[in-house]
């Protein structure tokens, strides 16, 4: 007799069957994986044993042009998408033909015509891109579902929140799949969470939400088929918790010492697989002839799907070809502005240039907190909501890590996203999806982050440690993202209309002091600057002066008071950097100082240094100077403010390095 009920109002035979085929081919994968794991042949194995009626039940439920977002116990959601077999051991062996070309393991990529994004390590964003990709389903009027997985364990993070509260207040069409198996690591449910179940979540995010048998796959089946259909009727978020036990370690090095025996027996008598079937052998729907052929076939298919795998080459070091796919090749196109111009102020320059990027790309949205009606902190997008609506000028609730991994979503869609930082500050909020998931992502599986984030940064507005830094350098350091920080109005709307054509994720940097304190003639047409290409600003024999940003005006302030000759280099753009523009200045006149905003330690000046070292050395007739603000954190009260950044310093050093 099967330990569990299953009820079953109106499945054929074959479906039935089918079911059953969808459970027992990953359990057989996995047999087979723990065997290659012992033999050092694959590199980390996390069991689903005893999970797999959740990622069948869910991927059979869904059509198969909908997305799914699983993570790292269900492979049955890979092979229930039919990803085929041979690139899914590839990609455990770090083959040249995997997913990701030996580049990441496991479970940590995506196949986009398999309808399915793997995960980032850091579990909990995998929520929020999923909102994205709802997001882009709402926006294309597709009437499609999206499903993402998680732990109980993740559900702790933030990101959870976030992606639950962004979705409920967007009303996206998504099914939040949680898979409570008692076991977060070593760590049991009652130290994660402190209500009884996590469906109770849902009704604190206004969520509809529902707790299922996860070990039954008629229920799961069913009811995650029903769920669907009435969402892509009335799109909306609804939770699922799934109750399961996790029957392996964590992964499989790890073990099940802390688990209690009983617990482990009490549930091995529900596995999902025995049980049904039992079921099915009772109903008559599988004699015991059909389950060993269909076993036999499934061990014929993974051997030689292993034997293929196996034979397969290994990715080759070329150099060249690894930094060439850290981003999306870019062919930069030049538009030319002849039109009238205008006098106008950075951050007018900034809105207008937004503004004609918006009515360019169709389907280009905006997405920030207080962008819409209020038209954002600095007004840069007042006037937006009326022109382009509120699907494409979108408010966000304070949520700046889920907003990221929804751009990345809608990346993932085909959309280009501007996100708003509130203040650059708050990237700190996000950090994590800027890092791992946007910076990473074309290298590791191919697929871009077509996203801009404006960054609100910088000093000198008497705003205090959390409103004033200018962070630039968490960021050039970064393989992968893109970096842009204009000085002047005409530089910044050029260069924001190539960041937002260009497909790869790039940093806005946006000089709040300089927003409304510089002026300069402006095309009123769209036009465009190429990023990675620096501006000479003045020209002179006695010393090069590299800069951006804020400095760039304390520089030609301080050489026009003074009467000195020098270069002095506008980067516009950090990431990539112009060296030739910097090697060629300093050839010619023999010194370099380099002026920053930043504090000196690990700022972008200390890598220029060392490139004009490595680079220009016999031509130097003085060491290369660095001139930046001072290690502490920024202060608020005017004096303290102006003493901690580095004008004055700049003079000083500007001085004794002429006298050199
Ligand atoms: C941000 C982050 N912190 C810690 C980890 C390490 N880690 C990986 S999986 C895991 C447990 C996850 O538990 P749960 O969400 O319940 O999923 P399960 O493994 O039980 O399926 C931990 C702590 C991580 N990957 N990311
Ligand atoms: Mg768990």
């Known amino acids: 007799m099967s330990q569990m009920q299953f009820e079953n109002h109106h499945l054929s035979s074959d479906q039935l069957l089918e079911l059953y085929k969808a459970m027992v081919l990953p359990r057989m994968i996995e047999e087979k994986m723990r065997i290659l794991l012992r033999q050092g042949k694959i590199s980390k ?19 198969s042009n909908e997305y ?20 899914l051991f590839s990609q455990w062996q770090g083959k040249l033909n995997g997913f990701t070309k030996g580049r990441d393991r496991s479970f940590h990529f995506g196949a986009k015509e398999f309808h399915t994004i793997g995960m980032i390590s850091h579990l909990g964003p995998q929520l929020g891109v999923a909102n994205g990709i709802a997001l882009a389903n709402i926006l294309q009027n597709n009437r499609k579902v999206t499903a993402v997985f998680s732990g109980e364990g993740g559900t702790s993070e933030g990101d959870f929140h976030e ?15 949680i898979e409570n198996n008692g076991y977060g690591l070593s760590t049991p449910s009652s130290h994660q969470f402190n209500c009884k179940n996590i469906v109770d979540k849902g009704i604190g995010y206004g969520m509809e939400s529902h707790l299922i048998d996860g070990n039954n796959i008629l229920e799961v089946y069913e009811k995650a088929k029903h769920i669907a259909q009435s969402i892509r009727e009335n799109p909306r978020p609804v939770l699922i918790e799934f109750k399961t036990f996790r029957m392996r370690g964590h992964e499989e090095a790890s073990g099940t010492k802390y688990v209690p025996k009983n617990l482990l027996e009490a ?23 059909l389950e060993v052929q269909i076993k036999k076939d499934f061990i ?23 930094l060439d796919d850290v981003s999306q090749p ?55 909501l009326e022109k382009f609506g509120k699907e494409r000028v979108r408010n966000t609730p304070i949520c700046e890590s889920s907003i990221i991994e929804t751009a990345y979503g809608l990346s993932i869609c085909g959309i280009k996203s501007v996100v708003e930082l509130q203040f650059s500050d708050f990237i ?61 109005p005409y530089d910044a709307k050029g260069l924001l209309a190539t960041a937002i054509e260009d497909p790869n994720p790039v940093l806005f940097f946006e000089h709040k002091q300089l927003y409304r304190s510089i002026y300069q003639e402006v095309s009123d047409d769209y036009y465009t600057i190429p990023l990675g290409k620096a501006a000479l600003l003045k020209k002179g024999t006695d010393i090069s002066i590299i800069t951006y940003g804020a400095g760039v005006h304390w520089a030609l302030k301080t050489i026009q008071e003074e009467n000195i000759s020098a270069d002095i280099i506008d980067l516009r753009t950090l990431q990539p950097l112009d060296t030739e523009t910097i090697y060629k200045s300093i050839k010619k006149t023999g010194k370099a100082i380099i002026l920053q905003e930043d504090t000196l330690f690990g700022g972008i000046a200390s890598d220029i240094s060392a490139l004009i070292m490595e680079h220009c050395f016999e031509y130097l007739d003085a060491p290369v100077k660095r001139v930046a603000s001072l290690e502490t954190p920024i202060p608020f009260a005017k004096n303290l403010e102006n003493g901690f950044l580095p004008k004055k310093r700049f003079l000083k050093t500007l001085k004794e390095l002429l006298k050199y």
């Open 45 to 63: 194995w996390f069991s689903g044993v005893g999970q797999e009626a959740i990622s069948v039940g869910v991927t059979l439920a869904l059509n």
């Open 163 to 177: 992606a639950m509260n962004v979705a409920s207040v967007w009303n996206l069409p998504v099914i939040f799949c």
């Open 330 to 384: 870019f062919e930069y196109k030049e538009v030319k502005s002849d039109s009238t111009e205008s006098n106008i102020r950075l951050v007018d320059a900034i809105s207008n240039g937004l503004f004609q990027c918006m009515e360019r790309h169709a389907d280009l949205v905006i997405m920030g907190q207080d962008i819409a009606e209020y038209g954002g902190v600095f007004k840069i997008t007042e006037g937006f």
């Open 300 to 322: 014929h298919a993974i051997n030689q799907n292993l034997k293929v795998a196996f034979a397969e080459i290994n990715p080759y070091f070329k150099e060249s070809k690894e």
């Open 428 to 488: 700190t909020s996000g950090f994590n999806p800027v890092i791992n998931l946007l910076a990473k992502s074309y290298y590791r599986w191919g697929q871009n982050a077509d996203i801009v984030l404006r960054m609100p940064c910088g000093a000198g507005v008497q705003a205090g440690p959390f409103h004033s830094q200018t962070n630039e350098a968490w960021f050039t350091k970064t393989p992968g993202l893109k970096v842009v920080y204009p000085a002047f």
């Open 68 to 87: 799914i977002l699983p993570m790292h116990r269900n492979l049955g959601v890979f092979t229930s998408k039919k990803i085929p077999l041979q690139r």
């Open 267 to 289: 549930w091995a008598k529900k596995d999902p697989l025995e049980n049904y079937q039992v079921f099915l052998k009772e109903k008559k729907v599988l004699s015991e002839a």
